[in-house]
Antibody
Framework: QVQLQESGPGLVKPSGTLSLTCAVS?????????WSWVRQPPGKGLEWIGE???????NYNPSLKSRVTISVDKSKNQFSLKLSSVTAADTAVYYC??????????????????WGQGTLVTVSS | EIVMTQSPATLSVSPGERATLSCRAS??????LAWYQQKPGQAPRLLIY???TRATGIPARFSGSGSGTEFTLTISSLQSEDFAVYYC??????????FGGGTKVEIK
């Protein structure tokens, strides 16, 4: 069974860059799946951040696109998130997830079937 | 962006009773809708995709229905482990994937 584990600093200063890594085990990151980041502010709902394919192709939530970079390291079977210029509004539990579904030549239909346990990142000085 | 609205915000149900949760989309998402269950301190768990297909290992007491803009998640006979928050997610408007605000199912 696929397992995902997030890691990274739990505290980031305002205007800094949030960096997280998701290690994938029990399956290959080079499978036919995409791999996503989703976040959840304390006591609030879920927000999709973006996704990556093992080829390095990415798709981002337009509302965060200018600040987000997702990358993949196939040799380590992991992918990473960088979110720049963070503010207190970026304080959240960040989840990595395996994306399931399918894509055509112009669009995709994606939901999330395996999730990491999540990691809380607090933005504070 | 497609806005997903879930109702009610909180549903109080006794164990063994049926629970019916609603999710409404601001525009049609066809059948491209998923449901997730989240317990405190845990990650969401996929229950339903394609509006009505149960994910692997999900008990038959969970069922999904609907298409277009109106969707329902039904839990036929609530078990103690089913008290949680439930989220819907549309995936018809990629890459603008969006979730509903959640429905908390609590013990009556």
């Amino acid at each position: 069974q696929v397992q995902l584990q997030e890691s990274g600093p739990g505290l980031v200063k305002p205007s800094g860059t949030l960096s997280l890594t998701c290690a994938v085990s029990g399956g290959s990151i080079s499978s036919s799946n995409w791999w996503s980041w989703v976040r959840q502010p304390p006591g609030k709902g879920l927000e999709w951040i973006g996704e990556i394919y093992h080829s390095g192709s990415t798709n981002y939530n337009p509302s965060l696109k200018s600040r987000v970079t997702i990358s993949v390291d196939k040799s380590k079977n992991q992918f990473s998130l960088k979110l720049s210029s963070v503010t207190a509004a970026d304080t959240a539990v960040y989840y990595c997830a395996r994306t399931e579904g399918y894509c055509s030549s112009t669009s995709c239909w994606h939901y999330f079937d395996y999730w990491g346990q999540g990691t809380l990142v607090t933005v504070s000085s | 962006e497609i806005v997903m609205t879930q109702s009610p915000a909180t549903l109080s149900v006794s164990p063994g009773e049926r629970a019916t949760l609603s999710c409404r989309a601001s525009q049609s998402v066809s059948s491209n809708l998923a449901w997730y269950q989240q317990k405190p301190g845990q990650a969401p768990r996929l229950l339903i995709y394609g509006a009505s297909t149960r994910a692997t290992g999900i008990p038959a007491r969970f069922s999904g229905s609907g298409s277009g803009t109106e969707f329902t998640l039904t839990i036929s006979s609530l078990q103690s482990e089913d008290f949680a928050v439930y989220y819907c997610q549309q995936y018809n408007n990629w890459p603008r994937l969006t979730f509903g605000g959640g429905t908390k199912v609590e013990i009556k």
